[in-house]
């Protein structure tokens, strides 16, 4: 496993999942073994952990313990002899799942031609939609969009694959805008990962030579404002709970969308949202320092989100990714109020970059 907690804590605990997961053989046994690393994980958030270690932690694990799951499912299914590859998606594509986590996932497989493709297709379909209903029961909540591999939508050869792309960059409507939000984020999780690598260095050549797309992801990521007055005070919306703010949409998203923009726009084949940040940010016009301060900001606010997240499974306030800021302490709102203003400042950066 990538990330480890080795000289942060003990991981006593950790390694003894760990090889829980190595040796799962029954499909029948993921679902119990899930339960018992999401509640590893939970305490792990309790001890105030980074909010990127703690992300990566959380996707380290449904890694690996989706991975299990997909091979387990191969082996009780005739599947063809072509090259295949099952693809992480969105926040999981990125590495950053916290504990609310629907599938975002694909399966691109190798055909010649469309026929083949299509014939394919339908011996794929039911292995992917049986992992599909599997991850459901680890936890991973069925996407209720509709993007998962088990969709025939989303079920296609490399070849398919890439006229979508080609389609979403050249005719940029808004639901192609909105699919890029999740699809570029694709990570090749099992199987053949040259498949989903060269899908990636298509989606990078098409971006890179196309501003007038990415003009258009920068005006719809600027859609959901840094909500902060012009004071520069939490800007927060009434809830339920009081005063309320979604850190998702009004918070990590900030974040993600600019460096997602950043790197397509540079070429940059990293997913995870620091690594762009640190790689791609300075060629979008940030200085080292700017993007450590950014970087610091996203980091808080993954951490407010999973610390909201298990105090909702605790019964203490509703679940989701609304925060009622009454909940917070003083330090944490003082926190919260200085990372979103590195979130203005990279909506400013897009601003500036696009003519927005």
């Given at each position: 496993?990538?990330w480890?907690?080795e000289g942060?804590?003990p991981?006593?605990k950790q ?5 829980e997961?190595?040796?799962?053989a029954?499909?029948?046994d ?7 690393i999401d509640?590893?994980l939970r ?8 909010g ?12 690996r313990?989706s ?10 299914h ?5 090259p295949w ?23 691109i497989?190798?055909?010649t ?8 297709r ?7 939609q ?6 459901d ?5 069925l ?11 989303w ?8 006229q979508?792309?080609?389609?979403w960059?050249r005719?940029?409507e808004p639901?192609a ?18 498949l ?8 990078l050549?098409?971006t890179?030579d ?19 007055n012009?004071r ?10 009081g005063s309320?703010?979604d ?6 998203r ?15 084949p ?10 791609a ?6 200085q080292d ?47 919260l109020k200085?990372?979103l ?5 990279l909506?400013?950066?897009l601003?500036?970059?696009?003519g927005?």
């Amino acid at each position: 496993m990538p990330w480890s907690l080795e000289g942060v804590l003990p991981c006593r605990k950790q390694l003894a999942l760990e090889r829980e997961l190595n040796a799962l053989a029954a499909i029948e046994d993921a679902a119990p073994l899930a339960a018992r690393i999401d509640g590893f994980l939970r305490d792990l958030a309790t001890r105030d952990l980074g909010g990127r270690l703690l992300t990566r932690l959380v996707s380290a694990f449904n890694d690996r313990l989706s991975g299990r799951v997909i091979e387990l499912t191969a082996c009780r299914h005739r599947l063809p002899a072509v090259p295949w590859c099952w693809l992480a998606l969105g926040s999981e594509g990125r590495h950053e799942q916290t504990f609310i986590s629907d599938q975002d996932n694909g399966l691109i497989f190798s055909a010649t031609d469309r026929h083949e493709a299509d014939a394919l297709r339908q011996l794929f379909l039911p292995f992917a939609q049986e992992v599909n209903r599997h991850l459901d029961e680890c936890g991973f909540a069925l996407c209720s969009g509709g993007i998962m591999a088990g969709n025939p939508a989303w079920c296609l050869s490399l070849d398919e694959w890439k006229q979508k792309f080609i389609e979403w960059v050249r005719r940029p409507e808004p639901a192609a805008l909105l699919n890029a939000s999740i699809f570029f984020d694709l990570r090749p999780l099992y199987g053949e990962s040259d498949l989903g690598d060269a899908l990636r260095q298509l989606m990078l050549s098409l971006t890179r030579d196309n501003p007038a797309f990415l003009h258009l992801m920068a005006a719809n990521a600027l859609q959901a404002p840094a909500p902060l007055n012009y004071r520069g005070e939490l800007a927060a919306e009434a809830g339920a709970a009081g005063s309320e703010l979604d850190l998702k949409k009004f918070g990590s998203r900030i974040f993600v969308d600019a460096a997602r923009i950043f790197a397509l726009a540079s070429g940059v084949p990293a997913v995870n949202t620091s690594e762009r940040l640190s790689v791609a940010g300075r060629a979008a016009g940030l200085q080292d320092h700017e993007i450590s301060a950014i970087d610091a900001g996203f980091a808080h606010v993954l951490r407010l989100r999973l610390a909201h997240q298990v105090a909702a499974a605790g019964g203490d306030v509703a679940a989701g990714h609304r925060v009622p800021l009454a909940g917070l302490n003083e330090l944490d709102h003082v926190i919260l109020k200085e990372s979103l203003k590195q979130a203005r400042r990279l909506q400013q950066r897009l601003k500036l970059n696009y003519g927005l």
